[in-house]
């Protein structure tokens, strides 16, 4: 398994717009292969932001590498970038990791 992790350092006060923008926006994430989950995360607040990370979970790194290349990523991202007002404090920072231990509840 593969997991590709953004973060995102938001703007206080800029939460609920942030999170309504990934909440209504269509992914076309099931249209790929070897997708297998996502996660958006709220995470801790500093003085000036609050953190959030997008967490997706691929059968592989290619599988990843693909959707990056793919059409349904240009379309997921069409609208990224064109807010009139700037909620983001910098650049998203992407993290990948390839996966070297998994332990699951037993049912």
Do not use: C
Not at 4 to 22: L, P, T
Not at 57 to 78: G, I, M, V, Y
Request: aromatic fraction near 14%; glycine fraction near 6%.
């Amino acid at each position: 398994m593969f997991i590709a992790m953004n973060r995102f350092r938001i703007v206080k006060g800029e939460e609920a717009e942030f999170e309504r923008i990934w909440i209504e926006r269509d992914t076309f994430l099931n249209e790929v292969p070897g997708f297998v989950e996502f996660n958006l995360l709220r995470g801790p607040e500093a003085d000036d932001h609050t953190l959030y990370a997008s967490h997706s979970l691929w059968e592989t790194q290619k599988d990843f590498e693909n959707w990056t290349k793919s059409e349904a990523f240009r379309k997921a991202h069409a609208q990224a970038g064109k807010r009139s007002k700037n909620i983001y404090l910098g650049p998203p920072k992407f993290e990948g990791f390839n996966t070297v231990q998994v332990i699951k509840k037993d049912r």
